[in-house]
T-cell receptor, first 110, second 113 residues
């Protein structure tokens, strides 16, 4: 079965700094989803990547998919307090059934 | 939020009692899913549906059943709740022909005492 490993598990950065979160799969990635979750709330869809080399951006968040490395990265530029939360990656295991990583907890210090 | 409503949002129930969680969507999307989220395990798929009366098991389906008699409703039933089923339950739907977006509901917090 497919497994996703996210790194780091926890990240504390100062406001204004850039940061990167990685998601590595044990199998070939055919679709990779990124979500953000705040404690006690639901998952907010950020973006979905399908093709090797694909890169998408939304506001200050950019995600890339490296099929050869079976890896995706999420990069936040000039972090803000609103970026704090848990970031989850999910891989499409077929029929859009997602397998998730454990999540990366992001804290932004003012 | 893609028009997903989960109910109840919070529930405390006793061991051995049946519990049904409801996921309602307003836009006739075909694929619907139930996940549970637990510390140390992340999100795991319980059951999913690809149409009315078409359902299948996910990774952690034991102790759960589902039904989908209408496109808009996907019900998750715990026939006899156990403490191990204390969790946060999320419903999800696939939007778009190529499944480009999967939206999640707000979650249902279930405590089995």
């Amino acid at each position: 079965s497919q497994e996703l490993e996210q790194s780091p598990q926890s990240l504390i950065v100062q406001e204004g700094k850039n940061l990167t979160i990685n998601c590595t799969s044990s199998k070939t990635l055919y679709g990779l989803y990124w979500y953000k979750q705040k404690y006690g709330e639901g998952l907010i869809f950020l973006m979905m990547l399908q093709k090797g080399g694909e890169e998408k951006s939304h506001e200050k968040i950019t995600a890339k998919l490296d099929e050869k490395k079976q890896q995706s990265s999420l990069h936040i530029t000039a972090s803000q307090p609103s970026h704090a939360g848990i970031y989850l990656c999910g891989a499409d295991g077929g029929a859009q059934k997602l397998v998730f990583g454990q999540g990366t907890r992001l804290t932004i210090n003012p | 939020d893609a028009g997903i409503t989960q109910s109840p949002r919070h529930k405390v129930t006793e061991t051995g009692t049946p519990v049904t969680l409801r996921c309602h969507q307003t836009e006739n999307h075909r694929y619907m899913y139930w996940y549970r989220q637990d510390p140390g395990h992340g999100l795991r798929l319980i059951h999913y549906s690809y149409g009315v009366k078409d359902t299948d098991k996910g990774e952690v389906s034991d102790g759960y059943s589902v039904s989908r008699s209408k496109t808009e409703d996907f019900l998750l039933t715990l026939e006899s709740a156990t403490s191990s089923q204390t969790s946060v339950y999320f419903c999800a739907i696939t939007v778009g022909l190529q499944g480009n977006t999967i939206y999640f509901g707000e979650g249902s917090w279930l405590t089995v005492v």
